[in-house]
């Protein structure tokens, strides 16, 4: 069974940065894709990023591209998520997501998830 943790979570003002991070345990995501999700209140969950499993190919929503960089070491069984110049509206629940084959923006497609690290960005 794969456990997905989630950390690096916070408060932070606008225009600052967080680093996400995403531990693997219980198995080597070994072919798996890796996916970042969020869920701000009164809104449906959002893709944000997501990595293949060899890190040479990845996909951004258009609201985070040129601010948001996703990546992953395998070694560490780790994926992160550098966010910089973040905006009010990024304030949300951060998860990361498993999928076996392609990286993918549908939430669906994902088998495995974490419980999520809060992220919340003041005015």
């Known amino acids: 069974q794969v456990r997905l943790v989630e950390s690096g979570g916070g408060v932070v003002q606008a225009g600052g940065s967080l680093r996400l991070s995403c531990a693997a345990s219980g198995r080597t995501l070994t072919n798996y894709a890796m996916g970042w999700f969020r869920h701000a209140p009164g809104k449906v969950r959002a893709f944000v990023a997501a990595?293949?499993?060899?890190?040479?190919?990845?996909l951004y929503a258009d609201s985070v591209k040129g601010r948001f960089t996703i990546s992953r070491d395998n070694a560490k069984n780790t994926v992160y998520l550098e966010m910089n110049n973040l905006k009010p509206e990024d304030t949300a629940i951060y998860s990361c997501?498993?999928?076996?084959?392609?990286?993918?923006?549908?939430?669906?497609?994902?088998?495995?998830w974490g419980q999520g690290t809060q992220v919340t960005v003041s005015s």
């Open positions: 990595i293949s499993w060899s890190g040479g190919n990845t």
């Open positions: 997501a498993a999928k076996f084959g392609a990286e993918s923006g549908l939430g669906q497609l994902y088998s495995h």
